[in-house]
């Protein structure tokens, strides 16, 4: 989850918004899904390897006619601007090579900084070309996009460092983000778009060949194709079974604006999410039941961390961990493991009634020890 694509929303640049940007520092000819109810993730290969067409649960994707799809998805009127500015952001950056220059520890510094700048500017809303035009007539505000690019490389490094590991794991195109964007039209959680809108949608961009034998079935179906059992299933087919190490509540696979096909977890990382936008590999309600029940049968003492971002209490977009959800969350950490707020933890009042309940240790910072660093379990 990229923290600003919540919080702040379309943010126009002005003077006064510089100073509090300071202030925080890829075949398959033909092919028809299943129709039977019993669709499983195990009949699909997510894999793409350079291939022009995908499949995925959902649809075939043919990826030469991606322009002429972000066209028809920007003319759709049904549909939000956030659901547009998503297909439009999956259909530049879906092909995850172009960044392979990122890698290169030759490649220009100019190059790169501008690079870095735009990573800002569209983390933040920010009009580049504005700015950067400021910065021709004002020497201390050249400063501040010096300031700013340093920011952008700390914040960008995990992704390069992921960007080889994702294209020889996911392979060079990505359709994950396609999918969350139906996924996200289609309800898997939360109310669909109106079938009255969804099926010529859907046929007209059948017939502009970026989707490629379209069953409506399948696709009214996403509810419960996706359900947080069938989720976590497809996650340990693509691990291999492997168990991992991490849980992250709350953010998805989305890499940062401009390179959203980048994740900054590899497989070792669960990470779960109530907007299908965040590319998340379970797409769910924390507090479910269902999926508790599923998480606490398959993963019982095997994380080492567990980070929850859904605690920005200034946004009703989350699904905040409630407190009898928290119980079940400490069950799946090994003892020694980490549970930590990623933005801002309870009150210490919340604070010892959880360590008392759930044999924790609370660990705060040795220069503030009014700052809660994480729990650990003992």
């Given amino acids: 989850m990229i923290f600003n694509n919540r919080a702040v929303g379309n943010l126009s640049v002005s003077i006064v918004t510089l100073g509090v940007l300071l202030g925080s520092s890829v075949v398959m000819p033909t092919w028809a899904m299943k129709e039977e109810e019993d669709i499983k993730f195990s009949d699909f290969s997510e894999r793409s390897f350079g291939k022009k067409v995908i499949k995925t649960p959902i649809f075939i994707y043919d990826f030469g006619y991606v322009e002429k799809a972000n066209k028809i998805v920007e003319n759709a009127d049904f549909l939000p601007e956030e659901s547009k500015e998503f297909f439009k952001a999956a259909a530049q950056s879906y092909n995850r090579t172009q960044f392979l220059w990122l890698t290169d520890p030759l490649a220009p510094k100019e190059t790169m900084d501008d690079f870095l700048f735009t990573i800002y500017c569209k983390r933040w809303y920010t009009d580049k070309n504005f700015f950067e035009e400021l910065c021709r007539h004002n020497k201390e505000l050249q400063n501040t996009k010096d300031l700013f690019i340093n920011q952008a490389r700390d914040l960008i490094f995990p992704y390069i460092g992921n960007i080889k590991y994702m294209i020889e794991k996911k392979g060079e195109v990505s359709a994950d983000l396609f999918d969350a964007f139906f996924c996200d039209i289609g309800g898997v959680f939360g109310k669909p778009k109106r079938q009255e809108k969804l099926d010529p949608f859907l046929k007209e961009l059948e017939k502009s060949g970026f989707l490629q034998n379209v069953n409506l079935n399948v696709f009214f179906s996403l509810k419960e194709l996706y359900s947080p059992t069938n989720q976590l ?42 907007w299908a936008h965040q590319n998340a590999d379970i797409i769910s309600d924390i507090n479910s ?58 009150d210490l009042e919340v604070i010892n009634q959880l360590t008392q309940k759930h044999s924790l240790k609370a660990v705060f910072d040795k220069k503030d020890p009014q700052i809660l660093l994480f729990l650990e379990k003992i």
């Avoid at 992250?248 to 401009?258: A, C, D, F, P, S």
């Avoid at 961990?321 to 069950?331: E, K, R």
């Fill in 233 to 274: 299933k497809k996650f340990n087919e693509t691990t291999n079974a492997q168990k991992p190490s991490m849980l992250v509540i709350g953010e998805g696979h989305k890499g940062l604006r401009g390179m959203e096909s980048i994740s900054c977890y590899k497989k070792d990382t669960l990470t779960i999410d109530s």
């Fill in 289 to 346: 039941p269902e999926l508790l029940e599923e998480l606490q049968k398959q993963f019982e003492g095997t994380f080492s961390f567990i980070h929850d971002t859904t605690n920005m209490n200034f946004d009703n977009l989350y699904k905040p961990v409630q407190l009898d959800t928290f119980g079940y969350l400490v069950s799946l950490l090994k003892v020694g493991g980490q549970f930590k707020w990623k933005y801002f933890a309870p």
